[in-house]
Nanobody
Framework: QVQLVESGGGLVQAGGSLRLSCVASGRTFYAMGWFRQAPGTEREFVGAITRSGGSTYYADSVKGRFTISRDNAKNTVYLQMNRLKPEDTAVYYC????????????????WGQGTQVTVSS
């Protein structure tokens, strides 16, 4: 049984930081990614990391501010978010895929329930 559980969201002022965690249980995946969705919008890719090698890829909107990392022993991925902006406000979802095309949302097989991140100005 596959389950993804996000945690670490909350309310923070602009310029602050948050660290999100996602624990994947049940299976091992090729890559895990982070997406976000604000009300009335489509899902937006944030970043992803592969299990083997730890290759990362980020959306332009978060490059230099967000960092994704992993702990394979715990099947956990992290999203460190620094210098947060109000436009970062969204529900953040972690996802897992067996595919090498880990930048594409359609490539992901499993999704967590999301954690709310709210950045005030």
């Amino acid at each position: 049984q596959v389950q993804l559980v996000e945690s670490g969201g909350g309310l923070v002022q602009a310029g602050g930081s948050l660290r999100l965690s996602c624990v994947a249980s049940g299976r091992t995946f090729y890559a895990m990614g982070w997406f976000r969705q604000a009300p009335g919008t489509e899902r937006e890719f944030v970043g992803a990391i592969t299990r083997s090698g730890g290759s990362t890829y980020y959306a332009d909107s978060v490059k230099g501010r967000f960092t994704i990392s992993r702990d394979n022993a715990k099947n956990t991925v992290y999203l460190q978010m620094n210098r947060l902006k109000p436009e970062d406000t969204a529900v953040y979802y972690c996802a897992a895929t067996y595919s090498t095309a880990y930048v594409r949302a359609l490539s992901y097989n499993y999704w967590g329930q999301g954690t709310q991140v709210t950045v005030s100005s």
